[in-house]
């Protein structure tokens, strides 16, 4: 079945750090790939996205590209800011069937001033 | 519209007690899901609806859960004889029917204890 593999946290940078947050996927189709976010107290939020190889979404200074050949779909921002703190899920969906989403475990991400 | 609405946001309950949950989605948005998140997992698949009709049902979702959506807005996740193993938090999505590609908007969560 599908699966999507984040890299453990929590990740702990300083103010005005570059981040990567991990993120690969097995699936037996061509899903499209989703970062979520979850701010302290809240709902999930789409961060951003991608629906096919080699696109690549973009959000708020975060981006990430839609590797097929590694099927990756890593996260970064060149400069994280304390408000960036969260937690980070990474997810993909089949683009067939119901649209259900499958997602990673999360990683936390604490920034410092 | 500000949003998937769920309500209660926190329940407490003993073991062997019934809960109820409810979800009032974006108006309009015929597709409906529930999901589980327990500590430090990611959220899990439990069930969809189109419109009225439940389409899919996670194996996660054993038959102490039933979920409905009577007239196809809103709906409620029932959990009987709840467990201490049923803690978690429960997430309601909704999304627009039609292109494959459209957001899921998720609730903020109702997050239950069995004691």
């Known amino acids: 079945g599908d699966s999507v593999t984040q890299m453990e946290g929590p990740v702990t940078l300083s103010e005005e750090a570059f981040l990567t947050i991990n993120c690969t996927y097995t699936a037996t189709g061509y899903p499209s790939l989703f970062w979520y976010v979850q701010y302290p107290g809240e709902g999930l939020q789409l961060l951003l996205k991608a629906t096919k190889a080699d696109d690549k979404g973009s959000n708020k200074g975060f981006e990430a590209t839609y590797r097929k050949e590694t099927t990756s779909f890593h996260l970064e921002k060149g400069s994280v800011q304390v408000s960036d703190s969260a937690v980070y899920f990474c997810a993909l969906r089949e683009n067939s069937g119901y649209s259900t989403l499958t997602f990673g475990k999360g990683t936390m991400l604490l920034v410092s001033p | 519209d500000t949003g998937v609405s769920q309500d209660p946001r926190h329940k407490i309950t003993k073991r062997g007690q019934n809960v109820t949950f409810r979800c009032d989605p974006i108006s309009e948005h015929n597709r409906l899901y529930w999901y589980r998140q327990t500590l430090g997992q990611g959220p899990e698949f439990l069930t969809y609806?189109?419109?009225?009709?439940?389409?899919?049902k996670s194996r996660l979702l054993s038959d102490r859960f039933s979920a409905e959506r009577p007239k196809g807005s809103f709906s409620t996740l029932e959990i009987q004889r709840t467990e201490q193993g049923d803690s978690a938090m429960y997430l309601c999505?909704?999304?627009?029917?039609?292109?494959?590609?459209?957001?899921?908007?998720f609730g903020q969560g109702t997050r239950l204890t069995v004691v």
């Open positions: 999505a909704s999304s627009p029917g039609g292109l494959m590609n459209t957001e899921a908007f």
């Open positions: 609806f189109q419109n009225e009709a439940q389409l899919e």
